[in-house]
């Protein structure tokens, strides 16, 4: 999947991933009101927005990007009905031929993240049938519990060809509360990007490994000495756009070949259409003002990768 | 309800959660074929034959204990008919009387956490309508993202006066990669601790706060100084039985006066019935033997606390 997913990169000339987080307050009112008509509302009638507001965004970007990252908590919060919403979209995209990213953050101990890791990226049996539940191609993983929590989520992606991207330094203002703390004079964070760059040196696809991290566009120089760390990790890069992260922030992240990292952008792409660069495109066209969002991303990434 | 826990844990004299962490191969082959042969070898069919598992210890022990602790992995690895039956379990526990630990183990940056405290602490609102999707009376939180990951569950426990705890020590072998790291000659699990302390303080029942912490039975000795170090907060102590942990090593977490922790047991519990000591039971009356092994549990810890 990693080799997909870097093939793609190549072929778009897009290293941008589309983050599919949709809040009940981003989908236009047109698409509500369609929804709670068929379904009240109901947990069920927010989901049925938040699915078609999603494909409608990803019918319109799908062509221009090689991944999206659904954020699986703006679909657990309405429930059981939110996450049929969320598999609904993972299938989708993935019949459009885009790799999907599930941003579900999740780590436990060993016996739990196997089941984790089964439900997500690979099967589960059920007497004498295997089923593949939410199938996503990639995850995010926390890694607070270390090595024995992280291991189940490699051992399922050797098996199926699947990836990880485990939460090394993240964008939140906050983060550097605990990863940043001075271990042997060096950030908490560094220690856990020699994990992963160990993990990622003995799980390779062709050029880069299947265990990538997050690193948030937001802490630039941080970017840059992980980009060094983990030199055969792919390193997802959120906190670009409404987080603050700019495009030239983000050279840090990528190889001199412009590889190695890859940018998501979540509200400022979904949620364009409410913002005064795309306006124009009113509430009606909000899959236009997206797919708008995505060319100028593309653009500005471009423009400082020279 | 961290006040409705502790009466609870007073009234039943029994500091014990029951984990409901159904591994399908835990569930006896009567149960697994009725629901097989009302739903197939079906995901649902997993779903149905988990939620009956559940449903027969719940009523087998339900008047013995405080709580239970539902870990969400072991029903999300059967996808959304997993989900329904974690939805299921967490209301019928409720409807018993049962505070419920949802063990969910989420944590992300600020408007990410707030969706996840919101779908399992809160309420989303849906047009004009407000719905609880999964309503669980505590959650389990990861705080590797730091405090504006933690910072919207704490206030949706304001709100809707629920709890949380904390992962600060696990139960798990390689807990300590990172958890043990020293910042400035202390490691990081208490640093994480003094946090918990803090947000604990702030944030009191009667006696205890309602921001507890997790710190694993397998750590007596780091159990110890974190009871100091958190002296407001409730201590969940997972790892006991399976994982090693035994009930004199478990006095640590207490206060003089036998409160203060709340000892999880799963797999010794829910499975009982595959031990030798409970094999006379049979798997006909798996709900019996796991009565028995909370009797046994009740009994080890009471005698440790003298």
Redesign the interface.
Known sequence: MIDKLMGKIQKTGAPIVVGL?P??SYVPEQV?KKA?AEYG???A??AEAIWQFNKEIVDKTWDLVPAVKP?I??Y?????E???AY?KTVKYCKKKGLVVIGDI??????S??A??A???LGR??????T?A??DEDFATV????????VKPFIEVCKQEKKGLFI?VK??????????D????GRP?YE??GE?VAQWGAEHMGESYSYIGAVVGATYPEMGRALRKIMPRSLILVPGYGAQGGKGKDLVHFFDKDGLGAIVNSSRGIIAAYKQEAYEKFGPENFGDASRAAVEAMIADIRSALG
Do not use: C, W
């Open positions: 987080d809040m009940l509500q709670f509302e109901t947990l009638g927010a954020q908590a703006m657990e919060q309405f429930g059981v939110g996450l049929r598999e953050k999740r780590g436990d101990i060993g739990t993240s089941a984790y089964a439900g997500h589960v049996q059920v007497g004498s049938k089923y539940p939410f926390n890694p607070y519990l270390g090595s024995d929590g939460l993240t964008s939140n203002p906050s983060s550097g509360e605990f990863q703390q001075l271990v042997e908490l220690l856990v994990k």
